[in-house]
């Protein structure tokens, strides 16, 4: 089940401010009584007016994007020959997706978009243990494989999700199997049928699924931190808590028979939610990572770890993108991938203003992984609104209930066109037009290569005086900053961090 993110800041909330609703005046004579009365009536309107102004500071933010500026904001969409030439910039493939279940409707519509928009499929149900061992010792892989197929026939790449997960297990399990058993013959042998009947061109596998607590805390050891989970197999199923397997056993034994039967080249991963910042739960899956590598030893670049990213699009409901980059910088010095892997964002009104904010939380998200050396996998979770795991009103998808694309499918589309024409990366849209402004001129044609020359500036505040430029490598932007936010020529304004964006040769 995932939890989406509790706001981590954030203006008061309309529940915030409730208590303040009890505030009445006691009062003890009918003169006082009626004076207490307006005093009430006064209090009561001024809360009133303050809940108003904290919804609406609740709001999203206005935001600048690239479909703003020369990118295209409506028509057909056709990517393919763009995700060539992203691959070509990042030197290897870039894995751009989504989801696919063979009774998935509107076959139509799947056969297209993986032909013009995604590149790149996870069966969203047919590789899960359920459909993949349905009795114990007996490996049927015919859903999954046929996933595959699909893929193959679309010339897709293929990613595997999942060969472990507490969800989604048939139903001779967890059954009341000692973990002694689980560990040396119920996992092995899964892992073995599922990753050896696969074969070697998946390019990563969901090696273990939500393993980590969401109770966790800033400190604790790699077992802590999955035993906070407090699911099978570290407990029995039958809600006692009576302990199982009392140590990482289970998830060195999954990954060392991946290892043992996966492709040279496919990642090994370990995927959750609600991770991706500086956060307990981010630090607990780097720790069991690095746990998995000391008791495996599994080379660090054969691992990865998946940040399914499935969000909302308001305050505290995603990650930053410097959060972010921060992460991946952290994996990619221990020579760790890191994928996005399930991302999609809820929003709480299907509106232009608020598809709008989805549409900069997926540029920042996609920018994150483009223009890091170590994020070379990038999975949109189901593909249209109507199929969507949370609900066809949550809006939470690229393409809406008649596989129209939304703003946030242009903005993508812009956001890898603006990377494979080796433009600066844009600065972090989601934090609204008052830290990022997008200026860019130039014409792009849709689906190839785009001319467009999209620099970005940074600015905070009412963004800073015109007409003015700064020097090369003088500031341009950033939180705080007044000043000129344009560059001279043969300079453009790269956000060093939130607070300082730098003119830096083109
Ligand atoms: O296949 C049966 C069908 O025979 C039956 O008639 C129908 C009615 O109950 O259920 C069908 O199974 C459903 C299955 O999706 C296939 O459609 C299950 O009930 C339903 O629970 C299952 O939901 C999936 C969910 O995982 C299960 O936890 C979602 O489609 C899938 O998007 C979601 O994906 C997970 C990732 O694997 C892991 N990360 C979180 C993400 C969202 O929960």
Same mark, same amino acid.
Request: glycine share 8%; with cysteine.
């Given at each position: 089940?995932?939890?989406?993110?509790?706001?981590?800041?954030?203006?008061?909330?309309?529940?915030?401010?409730?208590?303040?609703?009890?505030?009445?005046?006691?009062?003890?004579?009918?003169?006082?009584?009626?004076?207490?009365?307006?005093?009430?009536?006064?209090?009561?309107?001024?809360?009133?007016?303050?809940?108003?102004?904290?919804?609406?500071?609740?709001?999203q933010?206005?935001?600048?994007?690239?479909?703003?500026? #020369?990118?295209?904001?409506?028509?057909?969409?056709?990517?393919?020959?763009?995700?060539?030439?992203?691959?070509?910039?990042?030197?290897?493939?870039?894995?751009?997706?989504?989801?696919?279940?063979?009774?998935?409707?509107?076959?139509?519509?799947?056969?297209?978009?993986?032909?013009?928009?995604?590149?790149?499929?996870?069966?969203?149900?047919?590789?899960?243990?359920?459909?993949?061992e349905?009795?114990?010792?007996?490996?049927?892989?015919?859903?999954?494989?046929?996933?595959?197929?699909?893929?193959?026939?679309?010339?897709?790449?293929?990613?595997?999700?999942?060969?472990?997960?507490?969800?989604?297990?048939?139903?001779?399990?967890? #059954?009341?199997?000692?973990?002694?058993?689980?560990?040396?013959?119920?996992i092995?042998?899964?892992?073995q049928?599922?990753i050896?009947g696969?074969?070697?061109?998946?390019?990563?596998?969901?090696?273990?699924?939500e393993?980590?607590?969401?109770?966790?805390?800033?400190g604790?050891?790699?077992?802590?931190?999955?035993?906070?989970?407090?699911?099978?197999p570290?407990?029995?199923?039958?809600?006692?808590?009576?302990p199982?397997?009392?140590?990482?056993s289970?998830?060195?034994?999954a990954?060392?028979?991946?290892?043992?039967?996966?492709?040279?080249?496919?990642?090994?991963?370990?995927?959750?939610?609600?991770?991706?910042?500086?956060?307990?739960?981010?630090?607990?899956?780097?720790?069991?990572?690095?746990?998995?590598?000391?008791?495996t030893?599994?080379?660090?670049d054969?691992?990865?770890?998946?940040?399914?990213?499935?969000l909302?699009?308001?305050?505290?409901?995603?990650?930053?993108?410097?959060?972010?980059?921060?992460?991946?910088?952290?994996?990619?010095?221990?020579?760790?991938?890191?994928?996005?892997?399930?991302?999609d964002?809820?929003?709480?009104?299907?509106?232009?203003?608020?598809?709008?904010?989805q549409?900069?939380?997926?540029?920042?998200?996609?920018?994150?992984?483009l223009?890091?050396?170590?994020?070379?996998?990038?999975?949109?979770?189901?593909?249209?609104?109507?199929?969507s795991w949370?609900?066809?009103?949550?809006?939470?998808?690229?393409?809406?209930?008649?596989?129209?694309?939304?703003?946030?499918?242009?903005?993508?589309?812009?956001?890898?066109?603006?990377?494979?024409?080796?433009?600066?990366?844009?600065?972090?849209?989601?934090?609204?037009?008052?830290?990022c402004?997008?200026?860019?001129?130039?014409?792009?044609?849709?689906?190839?290569s785009?001319?467009?020359?999209?620099?970005?500036?940074?600015?905070?505040?009412? #963004?800073?005086?015109?007409?003015?430029?700064?020097?090369?490598?003088?500031?341009?932007?950033?939180?705080?900053?007044?000043?000129?936010?344009?560059?001279?020529?043969g300079?453009?304004?790269?956000?060093?961090?939130?607070?300082?964006?730098?003119?830096?040769?083109?």
């Amino acid at each position: 089940m995932i939890v989406p993110m509790a706001p981590k800041v954030g203006p008061a909330t309309e529940r915030e401010l409730r208590p303040h609703y009890g505030y009445f005046f006691i009062c003890s004579f009918h003169s006082i009584l009626r004076a207490c009365a307006a005093m009430s009536s006064l209090v009561a309107s001024f809360i009133a007016i303050a809940i108003f102004a904290g919804r609406v500071a609740n709001a999203q933010p206005a935001v600048s994007l690239l479909i703003d500026n #020369g990118y295209p904001s409506s028509g057909t969409l056709n990517i393919a020959s763009v995700l060539t030439q992203v691959s070509a910039k990042k030197g290897q493939t870039f894995h751009f997706g989504s989801t696919y279940d063979t009774y998935d409707a509107d076959q139509s519509w799947f056969d297209s978009i993986f032909q013009t928009f995604f590149k790149h499929v996870v069966s969203e149900n047919g590789c899960k243990w359920d459909a993949t061992e349905p009795t114990q010792g007996t490996s049927d892989l015919t859903e999954c494989l046929a996933t595959q197929s699909f893929a193959t026939t679309y010339g897709n790449s293929f990613r595997g999700h999942n060969t472990f997960w507490h969800s989604q297990t048939p139903s001779w399990l967890p #059954g009341s199997f000692s973990a002694s058993t689980l560990v040396n013959t119920i996992i092995p042998q899964h892992v073995q049928a599922e990753i050896q009947g696969m074969g070697s061109s998946v390019t990563s596998w969901d090696v273990v699924n939500e393993v980590v607590g969401d109770g966790v805390s800033n400190g604790m050891t790699a077992l802590q931190c999955v035993q906070n989970k407090g699911d099978w197999p570290t407990v029995t199923s039958d809600g006692s808590g009576t302990p199982l397997v009392t140590d990482l056993s289970f998830i060195y034994q999954a990954f060392k028979t991946a290892y043992t039967y996966a492709g040279a080249n496919t990642r090994l991963a370990i995927n959750d939610y609600n991770t991706g910042g500086q956060d307990a739960k981010t630090a607990c899956v780097i720790a069991v990572l690095e746990s998995i590598q000391a008791n495996t030893s599994i080379p660090y670049d054969r691992l990865a770890i998946g940040f399914q990213s499935h969000l909302t699009a308001s305050t505290g409901g995603f990650y930053t993108k410097s959060a972010l980059a921060s992460t991946f910088s952290t994996l990619a010095a221990l020579g760790v991938n890191a994928m996005i892997t399930e991302m999609d964002i809820e929003v709480n009104t299907d509106n232009t203003a608020n598809l709008r904010y989805q549409a900069a939380i997926w540029g920042d998200y996609l920018d994150a992984c483009l223009y890091a050396s170590n994020c070379n996998e990038f999975i949109n979770w189901d593909p249209r609104d109507d199929l969507s795991w949370r609900g066809t009103s949550a809006a939470a998808t690229l393409f809406d209930s008649n596989g129209n694309p939304k703003p946030a499918a242009y903005e993508v589309a812009a956001r890898l066109q603006n990377y494979a024409a080796g433009n600066a990366e844009p600065c972090a849209t989601s934090s609204g037009t008052s830290v990022c402004t997008i200026t860019g001129t130039g014409s792009t044609t849709t689906g190839s290569s785009s001319s467009t020359s999209s620099t970005k500036s940074s600015s905070s505040g009412s #963004g800073g005086p015109t007409g003015c430029a700064s020097a090369e490598w003088g500031q341009c932007g950033g939180m705080g900053w007044t000043g000129c936010t344009s560059c001279a020529s043969g300079t453009t304004c790269q956000e060093q961090n939130a607070y300082y964006s730098q003119c830096l040769p083109s």
